[in-house]
């Protein structure tokens, strides 16, 4: 049996592209870090806070996000939102990830696609 | 009020570029407000979420490398192997050259041939520790500069090791060797052998310094040059043979004949001491003879018989 240690590097591999195509599908609904965290923990995707806070913020100097102070509510809270960009992005790295499953499925099949 | 996430949102803040330092620090801060509201409101105590929090978050300087994207290594893969093969290629040269250089100048320049080995070796160690540094500052600022690299091709691909009939760790001891008699004339003639009444008395001969001594150090750095020629070619051949056979007569056969005729020790120092001058001079005559004849007839075997086998 593979130890622990191991498996859990590959795993976290195999994750690490995700975090971003989550972020950019839960934030077409615009909202701001701590939520985005608590929303993409329970959809099954847990992200450390010290990784998704300068994610976000590098996916905005990207252009891939937009941002927006909201001083509406008690604290002010920056809120992120999927930019046009951001969107045709997500529709390439959408496309990538079912290309993979379809691979992946064709190859335990054992045919050729 | 100076709280825990004061310090942190200060510690995160302080390797954040100064432009984006003001709305990294709000936004954190309000991050952090969240994340505690976020424990008490499930019943912890507010000095315990507020470490804990932190404590998640962790490392605040790590922290700030990630907001600005910076890398946290000095030396990353990109640049990692030109940097070690660079840094093992001057390292195999410049110590050894700035160490011979300085002790040069120390025996030369400063008179103080006594002094040499010590300047020799500090030197050679100071041109390492610079060379060591100064590489990997230049490769520190390409990685934190993104400076492109050529490409690797196939015709970089060095050679096959071939099997070697001389290796590096035979042809680096031979040299050893061989400088380490080159230094004895000098010092044996300037840091010499104090007798009982303090005065310093050279072994060899002094008289033999206008010629034959000179001769033999020619011939022994000749050596050197045969050892670099034999690793180079990494097997014995006739012509390396021919040359060792020449350059062993020309050292074996000055020094018995010197022997023979009781000139190459220090006549003073024979004149010191009793044994010596009772017919032990020609007892150490005899011995060295017989020795150095041992040490070249063997030598000049051994590599013709290298040479007869053939290459592997």
Redesign the interface.
Known sequence: MVSEEVLRTHLQELRRGTVVVASLVALRQPD????LL?RLGAHGFPV????L??LL??LEEQGLLTSEWNTEES????FYRTSADGEAVLARLLDDLTAVRTSVAGLIEGEDR | MNSLTDRYVAATLRTVPAPRREEIGSELRASIADMIDGRTGVGQDADTAEREVLTELGNPDQLAARYADRRLQLIGPRYFLVWWRLLRLLLTFVPAVAGVVSGVVKATVDHDPGAAIGAGVAGALQAAVQTAFWITLVFAVAERTDTKLPAWNVDQLPEAPRERQVTLVDSCASIVFLLLTIAFFPWQHFQPWVTGDGSRLPMIDPALWSFWLPVLLAVLVADLGLEVAKYRSGRWTWPLVAVKAVLDLAFAVPVVWLLLTDRLLNPDLVQRFEWLREGGVDDVARVAVVVTAGITVWGLVDSAAKARRPAA
């Open positions: 701001y870090g701590y939520a608590q450390d806070a010290n990784t806070y300068p913020r590098r604290r002010p809270r920056k």
